[in-house]
């Protein structure tokens, strides 16, 4: 049997069908394997939950963002309702006062009730009372750089009461409204005003300039006027219109006045207004911003800004004029987005993202009440960014701990993996070197039972292979291991070298040794020609009493089986010299080994019976080695070869021509030879002068006898017998004699 090929695939044959495996060429190392399949495992579902706990805190955030944003601008509305309500009642009061006193209207003393109701307000920075005459009252606070008629007040002054009067004019026509148009006729009047620092003091400065003023010509007049007059009766007595900003002249700040008519019997009698400057909504808007970036607006109907958070408020003053911005005009800002989207889809909060810097943005729309007759909306957006601070720092740190925690995962999963691996790495290693039969000094330790159980079986297995290669070639049962194929019955002819080897005289030294030193005797020579084998690639075939069969050339193919086979036979002999003196010196019998070899083409395979078989030669060949062993006795040698072992090997080896033979049941004759030693330089098997003179001596005179020259032959062998007291000279000499002619 062949030893198969190296494959990229080992097979093995499993089951009664001999059904086939195959190991892929490449294939994963299992402590690799391992720690692939963990963090396959581990980082994409610690990424899946990280992912589900940024998805879930950015839900979060964002819903207490969006109730936030809600909150503000509900409580920017309630605020500027609470600025704004306490000057609308404040303006009913009036106007129910005048009302119930029309003299109030015409008389001085109702500075003193605006006077009062301006100190009761801190908003405020002016109030005032306008009659359908054209009088005017006016209370108004004191700041620092205010200009009033041209002049520079005191600066201890922290009110000033300016007063027009026309009620001695002549009335002028009604017009449409029920409000009275200013006389065609009216002229000059003079406008007095008095500062005073509180309203106990008496007056600091009084000082009159003659001027045209009419309260009737100006906006806030006619807006009321105009806008009360289309209002229903029954609610013209609590009617609070709140005007459109405009540049006040004596303070130079935007101002929005809130107004009330006054009415006795139904006819429209004048006004009272309060003035407030926008300042105070702005500076309240930024006050309560929610985020760093937040941005809050209130637009009328028409997208104009009437007051923000930005830098200019929302509006620009030119000239003493003031000019609104458009919120659909604020180019490249994410509040023009907003709105365009609010106006397309009527949403009042959403999540946007703007185009051009991809920031997301949160907008909350809440309509202001129409209790001041203004159809206004409060904006309120805020980036995104600015709420995930919080979530940006938690994420930061989950990722941080998140990653601590991989890299001791991974450390985890290398240590796990390197427990379970390394043993059976070490019993794969085990079953490398057993494979190759060679001994393992590892030690497999580990925890785990089933581990335990693989190495136990793996070490029982040694044993068992150990074992197994005393009884057959080693060579066939690594053949038979790797290649994972059954025993099967059958064999192939090779041409190949056999050995037979025998004791000379066993059965006397049996019959006079006792049995326990005759197994040491014998299995002390069996070990030693087994080991001469071994150590020259032979197969050791069987052992036959006390007599040694081996081949070369099979299982394992060998080009020099010839050489191999002679050198083992050398080294048999001259190691069987060491050991007889050893018996010698425990008083044991010395043994005396004869050696056969020939080589020829026999069949070599498994023979036997499917139930128990042997790796064996047979053929003709295996007749002649034996029968070359015991020719060995007749003729005096320890070393015979065959003329075909001669052919193989003759030229490196130290031999002597012996005779030649016919071999029982075989035609023709066989020329065979005695081995001497091994040409070269190795202590062991080199030859001796004498071994060297034997083989020359014995080469001429077996020369001479095959020439049939017995006379010289004999003299011949004569000679090398008296020198060397050699047995085959002897034994030829005598053939010589009898061979020679009468």
């Known amino acids: 049997m062949s030893i198969a090929e190296t494959k990229a695939q080992v097979t093995r044959s499993n089951g009664p069908a001999g059904r086939q495996e195959t190991t892929p060429k490449f294939a994963v190392k299992l402590r690799l394997s391992i720690s692939t399949l963990f963090l396959c495992l581990i980082l994409p579902t610690f990424a899946i939950i990280v992912y589900y706990i940024y998805k879930t805190n950015y839900e979060i955030y964002k819903h207490n963002a969006s109730a936030l944003i809600t909150s503000l601008n509900n409580q920017m509305t309630d605020k500027l309702l609470a600025l704004l309500d306490p000057i609308g009642d404040s303006l009913v009061t009036l106007a129910k006062q005048v009302r119930d006193d029309p003299r109030l209207l015409k008389s001085a003393s109702v500075n003193d009730t605006l006077l009062l109701h301006l100190e009761n307000n801190p908003n405020l920075v002016s109030i005032f009372v306008a009659s359908e005459r054209g009088s005017f009252h006016q209370v108004q606070r004191m700041r620092e750089g205010m200009i009033v008629a041209n002049r520079v007040p005191p600066a201890d002054a922290v009110f000033n009461f300016w007063v027009v009067d026309r009620s001695g004019l002549p009335e002028g026509a009604s017009n449409g409204s029920g409000a009275q148009a200013p006389a065609k006729n009216s002229r000059s009047v003079n406008s007095v005003f008095t500062f005073f620092k509180n309203r106990d003091s008496a007056p600091i400065e009084t000082f009159v300039v003659e001027n045209n003023y009419d309260p009737r010509q100006r906006p806030f007049y006619k807006s009321l006027s105009s806008t009360v007059a289309k209002t229903p009766e029954d609610k013209r007595e609590r009617f609070v219109l709140l005007d459109e900003p405009y540049v006040s002249g004596s303070t130079s700040q935007a101002t929005m006045t809130v107004s009330t008519p006054v009415y006795q019997d139904k006819t429209f009698k004048g006004m009272i207004g309060e003035s407030f400057e926008l300042n105070t909504i702005s500076k309240y808007l930024k006050s309560i911003q929610i985020s760093k970036n937040s941005e809050t607006y209130i637009v009328d109907v028409d997208g104009n800004i009437v007051v923000s958070t930005g830098q200019d408020n929302g509006y620009t003053i030119v000239k003493s004029g003031l000019i609104k911005q458009n919120i659909r005009e604020a180019a490249g800002k994410a509040v023009q987005h907003a709105y365009q989207r609010h106006i397309s889809t009527q949403e009042r909060q959403f999540e946007f993202t703007h185009p051009l810097t991809a920031e997301v943005y949160l907008a909350q729309f809440t309509a202001f009440p129409n209790n001041f007759n203004k159809n206004w909306e409060v904006i309120t957006l805020a980036p995104m960014s600015d709420f995930l601070v919080g979530l940006n720092e938690i994420n930061r740190r989950l990722i941080v701990y998140g990653g601590a925690a991989c890299l001791l995962l991974v450390f985890l999963t290398y240590i796990l993996s390197r427990t379970i691996s390394r043993p059976i790495e070490t019993l794969t290693e085990e079953i490398r070197d057993l494979l190759d039969f060679n001994r393992s000094k590892r030690i497999v330790g580990s925890r785990i039972e089933e581990i335990n159980i693989l190495h136990s079986a793996v070490n029982k297995l040694r044993n068992t292979l150990r ?71 032979g197969t050791v075939d069987k052992f036959i009493g006390d007599s040694v069969m081996a081949f070369w050339g099979a299982p394992m193919l060998d080009q020099n089986h010839a050489y191999h086979a002679c050198r083992a036979a050398v080294k048999s002999q001259r190691r069987m010299v060491e050991l007889n003196r050893q018996f010698a010196t425990e008083g044991l019998p010395p043994l005396t080994v004869r050696i056969g070899i020939h080589s020829d083409a026999v069949l070599v395979g498994n023979i036997g019976s499917p139930e128990r078989m042997s790796y064996t030669v047979m053929g003709d060949g295996v007749n002649i080695a034996a029968r070359l062993e015991g020719i060995n006795k007749e003729f005096s040698t320890s070393i015979c070869i065959s003329h075909a072992t001669y052919k193989e090997a003759g030229e490196r080896l130290w031999t002597r021509p012996v005779d030649i033979i016919t071999v029982k049941g075989r035609k023709g004759e066989i020329p065979i030879y005695e081995v001497l030693a091994i040409r070269g330089d190795d202590p062991e098997t080199m030859a001796t002068d004498r071994d060297k003179a034997l083989c020359a001596l014995t080469r001429e005179a077996f020369l001479l006898f095959s020439k049939k020259q017995y006379r010289e032959a004999a003299e011949l062998y004569q000679k090398i017998m008296d020198t060397y007291d050699d047995g085959l000279s002897c034994i030829m000499r005598d053939r010589c004699l009898e061979s020679r002619p009468a």
């Open 467 to 537: 074992a197994f290669t005393a009884y057959v070639p080693r060579d066939l049962v690594n053949d038979l291991v790797r290649s994972g194929n059954d025993i099967e019955l059958g064999g192939e002819s090779r041409y190949l070298t056999i050995l037979f080897t025998d004791l000379q005289g066993f059965s006397s030294i049996s019959e006079v040794t006792p049995s326990r030193e005759l197994v040491r005797l014998v299995s002390s020579y069996l070990a030693l020609v087994t080991y001469a084998v071994k150590e020259e690639t």
